[in-house]
């Protein structure tokens, strides 16, 4: 018999609560979003990548993460969800083995490309350490035309939406409209930290900043591929530099917390990073 919307989100809550809490000394960084395990998606390939990226993110401050490999939903209706999880299921425990003694604590999580309406999500292994919260993203960097409705028919199934880096939609508005509508569907937003810093072209840097300054964005986190430097204490430090030390803290470490614990996020104030356009009026001559 199919569960009520209540029971699931209490079950899944219990579920989140027993297997996935953080050490309550954990107060490192906990990032949700990336690409470590080995050979099953665009990021890590090979063990030593896997090996490296989990030294590179604990020296950078992450205490946990979460693996996000991509994972295509319309797979279900096709018959290939299963063979693409279990195709997932030997990366991850190679994940896990390799996490071991690294001070780094590994949760399972994945990436869902909406390309598909009525997804079903009762797989736990599609969900963020198999709570109530899935990490969300539309094909092709474009956003579909009823992209709120799709958010809001996941919360109506008792699922909670994270979008994740909704400032590399190249149509969203300046005014974020958009981001709005999708904040009221339900869903909440996870920006990717190297955005902040320029990393995706000064267009993604510029919606970041300005979804900081409404105080839209729940969670940063770092997609890394496995290839480079995280650069996750470098955006760190890009908001503590312009006064976002407790902002930096909540998208980094408090609501991510939370989200192992299967609890909504803290209010994040907003973070001015961006000079206004007042600068030039300031600095008339300069
Ligand atoms: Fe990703």
Redesign the pocket.
Known sequence: MRESRRERRTSLSEAAGSQAAPEPADRGVVDL?N?VIPGVDDGAQEEAETDAALDAMGAEGVSSLIA?PHVELGLHSRGGLDDRLQSIDHGWATLVRRAEGSGVRVYRGA?LRLDTATPDLSDARLRLAGGPFVLVEFPYFIVPPRSPRMLAWLVAQGWQPVL?HPERYASVDPDLDVAREWRNAGARLQVNGGSVLGRYGEAARRLAARLLARGWVDYLAS?YHARGAPRIAEYRAALVDHGGREQADLLMRTNPQRLLRGEMPLAVPPLEMDEPDARAVRRPGG
Do not use: Q
Request: charged fraction near 35%; avoid cysteine.
């Open positions: 979003h690409h996000t990436e994740a997609d």
